[in-house]
């Protein structure tokens, strides 16, 4: 996205400090040929000064490289670094900066840099709700973090939902903020600067405290392993899912396991799982059939046979016989209800 080089740029900058501001940029910033940033504690340790004293050499070094003739001399190089950042969003996350701009990894401390002493530009640092991000924008940067914070506010805490759907509930909150009519990429990286809300590996939003989106063992790829199919799956079907889909080594009887265990999957035939949101009820089958007499009331043998059909993947015939359950009572007109 620039057409300069931002290791030859920051170099020409610092030639005119003095020798010890010079070298507490470089290691503040990791501008040396290792790329390493120090600490100001490390950096006053070195030279026997408080960390404060450091912060206060760093800070006249920036003014000192601000004011020089070879700043203005850099200007257009600065200007297309400006119009870069633009390009993104005017408001973009560092890390998003640092995926999109730079030429090489090398440069990427070099950028942040230019980034710090340019005066079109300004930081808003890391906190829990945002990713440190860089702006050229104030009011703009200040109406996309309020819409960010609604859209975490106005999404269910368990709540999945496909992007393009996503960035249209989020251009709505913006148009709120008074910001309209930005393209759906510039939409997608503003949402990457949030803390609180992210995608799933299917590219799924939501929560990210949800399990569905931060995802972090067999279990949670096997739910969205089971959403994606939208139907029961057989267990070894769910280890072979996991693996086309995620690239990630998924044992059958490991995730036979971790299904059992989770409240989220509900076994519904012999080694079939489906997702209790789907409306199946855990229990075996005359606990179904319970639970079907308790909410619809005494029902014919066959009603209740369809019924269980719908949670249950059994033969008529195991329904039947689990009607015969001392827990059930045949009536005189033929229906079944709960026995007393």
Do not use: C
């Not at 760093?58 to 700043?71: C, F, K, P």
């Not at 709540?159 to 996503?166: G, V």
């Not at 759906?184 to 939501?206: F, M, T």
């Not at 939208?230 to 396991?257: D, Y």
Request: hydrophobic share 35%; no cysteine.
């Amino acid at each position: 996205m620039i057409t300069f080089s931002p290791k030859s740029i920051t170099k020409d900058l610092l030639t005119g400090l003095p020798e010890r501001s010079r070298k507490v940029l470089t290691d503040r910033y990791g501008l040396s040929a290792k790329g390493e940033s120090r600490t100001l504690d490390a950096i006053g340790r070195e030279y026997g000064i408080t960390r404060e004293r450091i912060r206060q050499i760093e800070n006249h070094g920036l003014t000192a490289v601000r004011e020089s003739e070879i700043y203005a001399a850099k200007a257009e190089a600065l200007e297309e670094l400006k119009q870069a950042i633009h390009t993104l969003g005017s408001v973009v996350a560092e890390e998003t900066i640092l995926a999109r701009v730079p030429k090489s990894e090398s440069d990427r401390n070099h950028l942040v840099f230019l980034l710090t002493v340019g005066h079109h530009f300004a930081d808003r640092r890391e906190d829990a709700n945002f990713k440190a991000r860089w702006h050229v924008d104030e009011q703009l940067a200040l109406a996309v973090e309020r819409a960010l914070a609604n859209l975490y506010e106005s999404i269910e805490a368990s709540r999945l939902t496909p992007e393009e759907e996503f960035v249209e509930l989020f251009g709505k909150l913006l148009k709120q903020e008074g910001v309209k009519n930005r393209p759906p990429d510039v939409l997608v990286r503003w949402l990457h600067i949030s803390k609180r809300i992210g995608k799933n590996p299917l590219g799924e939003w939501g929560r990210i405290e949800s399990p569905h989106v931060r995802i972090k063992n067999t279990r949670d790829f096997a739910y969205l392993t089971l959403k994606r199919h939208g139907s029961p799956m057989h267990f070894q079907e769910v280890a072979k899912g996991i693996q086309s889909l995620f690239s990630r080594e998924a044992h059958p009887a490991t995730t036979h396991n971790e299904l059992i265990k989770d409240s989220r999957f509900v076994l519904v035939g012999r080694g079939l799982y489906a997702l209790k949101e789907w409306g199946y009820e855990p229990g075996v089958v005359r606990e179904v059939i319970k639970g079907i007499i308790s909410r619809e009331g005494p029902l014919p043998r066959e009603t209740i046979i369809e019924r269980v059909k719908r949670e249950r993947y059994v033969k008529d015939a195991t329904i039947a016989v689990n009607l015969q359950s001392p827990m059930f009572t045949r009536l005189p007109d033929g229906t079944y209800a709960l026995a007393r």
